[in-house]
């Protein structure tokens, strides 16, 4: 993994070195006033789409962000303003976002159509944090959407709670590079559980599932089991605050120990591999062909 986020890093910091400098970018803007630089962008974009402007605050430091979990209110009431807080991959070269938090303000679609129009110019972004934005199934449908187009690994949705949503929209895509995903918080059920253990068995790049502080008990647990049984990705998933019995604890602990795969699930999982191993020689071929 960490040579994979290295070669990611590399290929990022790339692309915004060769990026031309600012006055060729806001010639090719078509006079509409942009930069390609996020940071004073996005504002504009939310102006273009009717919005009240939202600031983008750069962090200065890694770690300046107060974590989801101690977020408290502050005597400051800008602290909850609307705004898009970022941490650069290299503080010296800007748009070169890496992170992004957004906390405590609704995110509707034209939110999320401006992050669609702005994403593009962050070639460096890989984590997205939203923290109690109000999604509901259609915004989370959108937001899935987004996150596999421009190859997001890092997601939190803490404290997002979505009645009845499928939250394995997320994961559930064949090209899904999504490494770590935190549902926490979201008052997920087993209907939820089950769907998330059926696409685990065909999910090859989720490495950290959060699933803490939500409402799952011993059934959604054994969904969980069910695709773990298959999957051989994942490598941390936390159920801690839920509803899970002792019955549900001991099938959870057998699929952490050896066990022999049945019939079916074996045929499952050479199927699964062998999808995806067709579909990654299909996505070469243009890129293997050699020019002129």
């Not at 987004?146 to 709670?161: A, D, M, Q, Y």
């Not at 935190?182 to 089950?194: H, I, K, M, V, Y």
Request: glycine residues 6%; hydrophobic residues 40%.
């Amino acid at each position: 993994e960490s040579l994979a986020t290295c070669e990611m890093t590399k290929r990022g910091a790339q692309k915004v070195a060769e990026k031309p400098p600012p006055e060729s970018e806001s010639s090719n803007s078509d006079g509409d006033g942009l930069t390609g630089i996020f940071e004073t962008d996005f504002p504009i974009l939310c102006v273009q789409e009717e919005m009240h402007p939202v600031d983008v605050v750069v962090l200065a430091s890694k770690g300046a962000v107060v974590e989801e979990s101690e977020a408290k209110v502050e005597e400051n009431a800008d602290f909850f303003r609307p705004k898009v807080v970022v941490e650069l991959e290299d503080e010296s070269v800007r748009g070169s976002v890496k992170t992004m938090h957004v906390r405590g303000w609704k995110v509707d679609e034209r939110v999320l159509k401006v992050l669609n129009l702005a994403f593009p110019l962050c070639n460096s972004l890989t984590t997205i944090k939203f923290w109690n934005v109000g999604l509901d199934k259609q915004l989370l449908d959108k937001f899935a959407n987004l996150i596999n187009r421009f190859n997001i690994k890092n997601v939190s949705l803490t404290g997002n709670p979505i009645p009845g949503g499928d939250f394995s929209v997320l994961f559930d895509h064949e090209n899904s590079l999504l490494q770590q995903l935190s549902l926490r918080g979201n008052c997920l059920d087993d209907a939820g559980a089950q769907c998330l253990g059926e696409c685990l068995p065909a999910n090859q790049s989720l490495l950290i599932l959060d699933l803490s502080h939500n409402r799952i008990s011993s059934v959604g647990a054994k969904h969980l089991v069910a695709g773990l049984r298959i999957n051989r990705t994942l490598l941390s998933l936390s159920l801690a605050n839920n509803k899970i019995d002792d019955k549900g604890a001991c099938a959870l602990a057998e699929v952490l120990s050896r066990f022999a795969l049945s019939h079916h699930e074996i045929v499952a999982r050479r199927m699964y591999h062998a999808e995806k191993k067709q579909t990654t020689e299909v996505e070469k071929k243009p890129t293997d062909r050699k020019s002129g």
